[in-house]
């Protein structure tokens, strides 16, 4: 435990990436971040009723927790992850109950491990990868999404739901944020047309299941044994309730 210049407790977090996808001026490319204990104020954070309609309150806690000096809008989504466990940990402990088809579940926390990273695919400081789509052979780089992405993605949903409340476009949404390039191709235009045009749904599959597999991250399944004996593997859920399985919210 390291004692900081505001004399909060704090632990040092490990990020999945290592650092390695961000630049080398970012404060980030240490690969670990600084973070204080939840107090009082955090609790106030999470039950803040604003925050929590406008679905802002992880982030505004978190951002709270967070010494280092950092743009949290460019954190990675997988490193979000691991600071949102430590979040949990370092306000409530490692013990975590939740309910399953019925059946109480007990996960010790402090056990999640980060995803094995295969640093082969990283080229120094760069978030973007290549793959070829199975089905059409297309070319194409995607990137991981950044906190920054993700606000822009639900910024754009919104408007979408406002134009047609029956609008159900979140995965091709994505996929225009994920995407930056087609046949070595950047401009935008060309990549929004893809989606919604050439995007076949067995490549966008593909796809998804490659990112899933060597994106830096937590590893959330647990393995679990039923009231039959049987084993079974679920995601660990994540939600306001993560941090406060009491609270009445």
Request: aromatic fraction near 8%; hydrophobic fraction near 35%.
């Given at each position: ?10 632990e040092?977090?490990?990020l ?22 939840m ?21 505004k806690?978190?951002q ?63 978030n ?75 490549d ?29 593997e ?16």
């Amino acid at each position: 435990m390291e004692q900081t210049k505001n004399q909060f407790p704090s632990e040092e977090v490990t990020l999945p990436s290592k650092g390695l996808l961000y630049p080398k001026d970012s404060s980030l490319r240490k690969g670990v971040i600084e973070m204080k204990y939840m107090t009082a104020r955090e609790e106030d954070i999470l039950t803040n009723t604003n925050l929590i309609e406008n679905g802002t309150v992880i982030d505004k806690l978190l951002q709270s927790l967070i010494l280092t000096d950092i743009n949290y809008n460019d954190l990675l989504i997988g490193d979000k992850n691991a600071i949102l466990i430590a979040a949990r940990v370092l306000g409530y402990g490692s013990d975590y109950k939740f309910m399953y088809n019925g059946e109480e579940i007990n996960v010790d926390l402090s056990s999640i491990k980060d995803k094995n990273l295969d640093e082969t695919l990283i080229t120094d400081g760069k978030n973007e990868f290549i793959f070829t789509l199975p089905t059409t052979k297309t070319l194409i780089t995607f990137k991981f999404l950044t906190q920054g992405d993700e606000s822009k993605i639900t910024a754009e949903l919104k408007g979408l739901k406002k134009i047609n409340k029956n609008s159900s476009a979140e995965l091709s949404t994505r996929m225009k944020y994920i995407i930056t390039s087609v046949d070595n191709n950047t401009d935008q235009k060309t990549i929004r047309d893809f989606v919604d045009k050439q995007f076949l749904a067995r490549d966008a599959r593909e796809l998804r299941k490659y990112i899933k597999k060597i994106q830096p991250d937590v590893d959330l399944t647990h393995n679990y044994e039923d009231r039959k004996g049987n084993m079974k593997e679920i995601s660990i859920p994540v939600g306001i309730n993560f941090f406060w399985p009491d609270a009445s919210i």
